[in-house]
């Protein structure tokens, strides 16, 4: 069975300064990756997906995650962070990427940015 | 652009009632997945629905029931509400990019059900 670890419960940052939130994932086959943001009251929001090619993907709000296969992690980066950034981070895996595969979502990880 | 509509956004119920939740994915999507997300929990999946067929089923439990109509919204029917029901109820839809896209799923704002 497919799951996916968030070791953190919560990171706090200083604005400015970079940050991590990590992700694990444990698979049979092929991961497709995933990382969304959820602020409160709202739907979950894409940031960016790894499926094949280049382990460092780009994403939205200056975000990037690092696939490394060896260590089956998908950690999510970001140089500098913005007290904007303060929400619930979840990692997502799925096996199928055409219709109807559903995602496996982490525990979350609380992301708190003090000015 | 246009989002993922799911209502009501809250809903209140008593034990043992019903309730029904609606949700229209992004035009031109073709898969819709419903998820439960209680209280400090990651979503958890419940049921998906390709071209109005049930194309998954996740820990969805036997009281509730979900279809995909003609024009592609579907609805999450909850029946013999329990305590327990009490979520953020999320409903997502999704379209394949392509031979290398990925299953990039959209959110709805959520809809919240309280059972007293």
């Known amino acids: 069975a497919q799951s996916v670890a968030q070791p953190e419960d919560q990171v706090n940052v200083a604005e400015g300064n970079p940050l991590t939130v990590k992700c694990t994932y444990s698979?049979?086959?092929?991961?497709?990756l995933f990382w969304y943001v959820q602020y409160p009251n709202r739907g979950l929001q894409f940031l960016l997906k790894y499926i094949t090619g280049d382990n460092l993907v780009k994403g939205s709000y200056g975000f990037e995650a690092e696939f490394n296969k060896s260590q089956t992690s998908f950690h999510l980066k970001k140089p500098s962070a913005l007290v904007s950034d303060s929400a619930l981070y979840f990692c997502?895996?799925?096996?199928?990427?055409?219709?109807?595969?559903?995602?496996?979502f982490g525990q979350g990880t609380e992301l708190s940015v003090k000015p | 652009a246009a989002g993922v509509i799911q209502s009501p956004r809250h809903l209140i119920k008593e034990k043992r009632e019903t309730a029904t939740l609606k949700c229209y994915p992004i035009?031109?999507?073709?898969?819709v997945y419903w998820y439960q997300q209680g209280p400090g929990q990651d979503p958890q999946f419940l049921i998906s629905f390709y071209e109005k067929m049930q194309s998954d089923k996740g820990s969805i439990p036997d009281r509730f029931s979900a279809q995909q109509f003609s024009d592609y919204h579907s609805e999450l029917n909850m029946s013999s509400l329990e305590l327990g029901d009490s979520a953020l109820y999320f409903c997502?839809?999704?379209?394949?990019?392509?031979?290398?896209?990925?299953?990039?799923?959209?959110f709805g704002a959520g809809s919240r059900l309280t059972v007293l």
């Open positions: 997502a839809s999704s379209f394949v990019e392509g031979p290398s896209g990925a299953n990039v799923l959209t």
């Open positions: 698979v049979s086959g092929n991961p497709y």
């Open positions: 035009p031109r999507h073709d898969t």
């Open positions: 997502a895996v799925t096996l199928i990427y055409n219709q109807g595969g559903k995602l496996i």
